[in-house]
Every structure is written in structure tokens, then in C-alpha cells.
């Protein structure tokens, strides 16, 4: 549990703010993943900072949530180059736009956030704009 952003975590070797103690929270458990990229194509393909982490993590045999991207719509290209290890996120969020992209699911995406105490539940109708709405527990 981070209770506070300067005192619970610690910048690792690759830069990133991670816990500094806790009990590991199962990938199985894992609904929803925000994925960093630089840049992202319209076939919801990433570029990363070349390092795998997040490739290697989608691609866990426990992870069956949603891999969402978060960017400015300027970070939108056509293409960006994949290997064969590289995976893709399920939508992209900008700010102008939802996207969802082919393999991920239509229909009513109900995500728990536990420990917050709320439910949101987002409908992709496909080929159609993201609505969300937010429910207490």
C-alpha cells in the first residue's frame, strides 16, 4: 500500500518509482495497466524506451486485463516499427480521443480499482466512443 508519493517508494535502476516494502499484488489480480510510451501507431503498437519491462509484463501468462495507453495526440504515428516481442496495448487514451484496437473486447468492461472503493465500468461499443460512468461500492 503507498500511502504517500515521497516517503513509500524508491527510484529503482531503471528509473522507475516503485514501493519501497509490501506484499507483491498478484498479475492474475491486475484489471487495468497504464502503459507510458513515446509513441503510439494506430494498430495500438508502442514505442517504449527500448528496455522490454512493459512487453515482457503484457505478456505474462497471469495478465488477462486491459494494457491502455495514455499520450497526447501529437505522440500518434502511423507506424511504429514491432519486433517479435513487442505488444500492443488494447486502447489509447489521448487528449482528444479513446481509440480500441483490434483484440480487445466489446461490450461492458467492468474494472475494480480495490482499495478504493469504487467501480468503473466502461462501455466499448465496437467502433464506437468510450463512455464510462463511476459507481461507489
Not at 35 to 45: A, I, Q, T
Not at 73 to 88: A, F
Request: charged fraction near 25%; aromatic fraction near 10%; hydrophobic fraction near 40%.
Amino acid at each position: 500500500e503507498i500511502r504517500s508519493l515521497t516517503d513509500d517508494l524508491v527510484v529503482s535502476g531503471m528509473g522507475i518509482r516503485e514501493p519501497i516494502a509490501g506484499i507483491p499484488f498478484l498479475i492474475s489480480l491486475i484489471d487495468l495497466v497504464i502503459v507510458p510510451g513515446l509513441g503510439f501507431d494506430e494498430y495500438g503498437n508502442r514505442l517504449g524506451r527500448g528496455r522490454g519491462f512493459y512487453d515482457r509484463f503484457l505478456a505474462h501468462p497471469d495478465f488477462h486485463g486491459v494494457a491502455c495507453g495514455l499520450a497526447f495526440e501529437q505522440q500518434l504515428l502511423p507506424q511504429i516499427p514491432v519486433g517479435p516481442l513487442d505488444r500492443h496495448v488494447d486502447m489509447l487514451v489521448t487528449d482528444t480521443s479513446v481509440r480500441r484496437f483490434k483484440g480487445s473486447r466489446p461490450g461492458d468492461l467492468s474494472i475494480w480499482l480495490r482499495g478504493f472503493g469504487r467501480r468503473f465500468v466502461f462501455t466499448l461499443p465496437r467502433g464506437g466512443a468510450i463512455r464510462g460512468s463511476v459507481d461507489r461500492a
